[in-house]
Every structure is written in C-alpha cells, then in structure tokens.
C-alpha cells in the first residue's frame, strides 16, 4: 500500500515540473544560456595563448651579433689577438706547367724533288746535328738535274777554251773585235748556266762535295743522293717509309732545336690577372731540383670555357740539351703587393659554408667581437693577403684587431646563438595581432589573422 503511495507522489512531481517548464518556457532558456555562457567561457580559457613571452620578448635586450666575453672567458679561452698589418711584400703564386719544343724553331723535312725513300737512316728521338744523313733517296729527276749541270759544266769548259784562244788573237788584231766579244759572250752565258745547274742541286739537298763528284758519277748512280739534317736537334716525328713515293708536299720528319724549350701553364680566372707579359718567374724541375730563371712572354688574352683558366708561356735555356719536352715544372712567379691589401695570420680566418671569416675585436677594454666577412687574395700555412674589396662595407683595415687565436671557439660561440636565437622564435605561439620584430637582423614573426 505504502509503495503504491509513493510511486504515485513521484509520478504527480514529475508531471508538475513538465508543465511549468512547458508554460515558463521563458526561463529554459535563460537557463540554456547561461549554461553556453559557463561553457563558452571555460572553453575561451583553454584555447586563449599564453601572452607571457610577449612581455619577455619586448625586454629582451636586441641582439647585435657581438661576442661577449667575460675577462675570465677570455683568458680561459686563450684569445689572443693581433693587428691587421698593411701588405708591404710580394706575393709568390705557384702553378703547374710542361716543357715543350718551340713550334716557331721545329724544322720540317721535306723532299725538294719527287723521289723514293730507299733507306730510313735515324729513329725517332735521334739526336742530329747539321748534316746528319737522315735519308736514303733516289729520284729520276734528280739525275736529269744532274746531266744538266754536266752538260753545263762541259758548254762553260768549251766557251772558256774559245774565249782563252780568241783574246790573244784580238790584242794583234788578227780577229776582228766583234769575234772576241761574241767568245766573251757565250763564255759568261755558259757560266750562268753552270751556275744555275750546281744552285739547282745544291737546293735537291746536295752538298758541295757531292755536286763536286758529280762528273764521276754515271749510270744509276746519278738518282740518288742522301738527305741530310740542314739543323741540329732531335727527330719528334718520322713520317718517311721505306719503298714510299713522296713529293715536295710530303713530311718526312720533324726536328725540333734543344737550344731552348718552352714551359706552357695555366693560370686560374681567379689569378690571370696578376700574371703580365714580361714578368719575372722561376721555373723549377721537382724531380731534378734544377731552378732556372725566365720572364713571361705570352698569355692569353681570354679564358677557356672548359677549364676557366688562361694559358701563358715562357721559354729556358737547354745549351746541354739535357731536358726534354713534357717534363712536368712547377712555375713561381712575384706578385708584387697591392694598395689597400692587409695581411693577417692563417689561424685568423675562419671559413664557413665556403665564406671566410675573421672575429675582429671591438674599440675600447671591452672583450666584445664582429665577426666579418674577407676576401681572401692569397693564403698559405702562415699568412692571408686580404682584398681591399670589401663586403657591405666591413673591410679590413691596418691596425685592427683580429682573433689570431680561439677564432674556431667564437666560431662556435656565434652559431650558438644564431641557433638559440631562432629557436626562441620558432617555440613561440602565433599571435593573432601585427608582427612583433625581435630586432633588424632577425626575421619578423609572421601572424595569422
């Protein structure tokens, strides 16, 4: 009876509290509001960013890409620095090249006449001297030059008997003097003749004792003759076969002269300019240690798209004839200095992604320091010519002071803080008001509207 009672009581609450919500339906929403409202703003709560690194950012003190060193820093470090000197001495630039003959001296031998090769009488690489029988040579134009200088020998031998038998006669006047004239005449006619003939053989290659025996030579034997070296040198090329034809268009050999090479190189695009005509240079043989001197003589006057370099020359002396073509020299030559150019030691420069640096101490006792840009001109083990050209106007100058050790530490130091710096930026929430610039040298934050 009592559970009957009760469920009764239940049904009757629930049943009045669905009709007043039904009448005041007013007042639901007012509570459907105010639930949005605690919800929305629970919500604005959550999702609204954290500001706090704003006020950070805004007093934070602006980096000026300084390297600031306590004094306890900079001792434990062990910087120590040194001041930019001025260039006051030449520069040695050090390039490679080769011997090679001197294409201007190469002689090149030839047959005067058409003619066989009956006999190849040096190799390749054989030293001659002037008059060396190089060849063994037999022409049948050769012996119709010689029969005609017979002929002229014996027409001149003829008209000097009638001239030397006719001038007596015509001093007794036994002859009239038109006849003595005549012999006189026919006896110079015939000597320019015999003249021509033996210049003629001479020219073929023959030497002065073999037109000389010409008169006793007869039968095949007037064909042929030896082809001889008119230059000492060595033999760089042999193009004559035995049993082959050839004409005066054909090469036989080459010589080149061992008086004096030539030493070819190269310069980079990045150094042609220093290289002039004229110059002063060493030329030194690594294997041998021989160092001669000699003076630039050519260089390019452009430079080559495929090696971007320019191709000089000089010329050595070779009286002994001890050094050859192709041999491998190492070219020194004397920069003299440039005005504006300075001088710092190696361990100074810094190189990073293929740009130089140098950490430059700032005026005053503070231990702060720049790190700034170079152009390296010239560098070895001990020392760095910089240019006098500059990047963004930050050149060097006589009397700075440069990191000379601990360079590699501030190095290091720098990135650091580069790196630190722009984490900063990247963990930051975006904002959604106008962009906030750390300083000039950073990159401002982007905002999302």
Known sequence: MKTGWKLAFLLAVIAGVGTWLAVDHRTWGRVENVLKQIS????????????????????????????SLTPDQFEGIGVRTVAVKEQTFPTLLRLNGATDYDPAKLTVVRPQLDSRVDNVLVDLGSVVQAGTPLLDMFSADLAVAKNDYETAVSQHARDKKVLDYKAPLAETNAIARKDL???????????????????????????????????????????????????????????????????????LMQIAPLEHLWVRGNVSELDA??????????????YSGLTIDGKVEYIDKAIDMDSRSAKFRSSIPNPEGRLKAAMFVRVLLEVPPKPGQTVIPRGAMVSVDRVDYVFVKQPGKNYKFERRPIIVVKENNDFVVVSETSLGNLELKPGDEVVATGSLILEQMYEDRVMAEGEFLSTQPELDEKTVPLNPHDVSISVKP
Request: aromatic share 6%; glycine share 6%.
């Open 40 to 67: 929305g703003s629970a919500r604005a709560e959550e999702s609204r960013p954290s500001k706090a690194w704003v006020s950070e950012l805004a007093h934070r003190t602006p980096w000026d890409h300084l390297i």
């Open 181 to 251: 004239i005549e012999a006189q005449n026919d006896e110079a006619k015939s000597l320019l003749q015999m003249k021509l003939a033996k210049d003629k053989l001479l020219v073929f290659g023959l030497t002065e004792k073999e037109v000389a025996d010409v008169p006793n030579e007869d039968g095949v034997k007037k064909a042929k003759m030896i082809l001889r070296s008119r230059t000492a040198g060595i033999v760089i090329k042999r193009s004559a076969v035995r049993g082959n034809y050839y004409d005066s268009k054909d090469e």
């Open 273 to 286: 300019d220093k290289v002039q005509v004229g110059q002063k240079l060493m030329v030194v043989f690594p």
